[in-house]
């Protein structure tokens, strides 16, 4: 199966991520390092959570479709 990696760096405080928590936010939008729009569930990013938030930069696998496959953080 072939699919494509997309690169890009996430700062989102806790008290924003608090915001999925509550209902109010559901997707994160982003641009990827090479300036593709990156749009997908808040949920997809959840267990890199921590006490300060979402903070990074991660690689996510998409299938040619556009199906999630899977993320990473890099560093």
Do not use: C, P
Not at 51 to 63: L, T
């Amino acid at each position: 199966m072939k699919s494509e990696l997309l690169i890009f760096k996430l700062a989102i405080s806790a008290e924003n991520y608090l915001s999925v928590y509550k209902g109010h936010a559901k997707t994160i939008s982003t641009l990827s390092i090479d300036g593709r729009r990156v749009e997908f569930s808040a949920e997809k990013v959840r267990r890199f959570l921590t006490h300060d938030g979402v903070y990074g930069v991660f690689e996510m696998e998409i299938s040619t479709d556009r199906k999630f496959l899977g993320i990473k953080r890099l560093a």
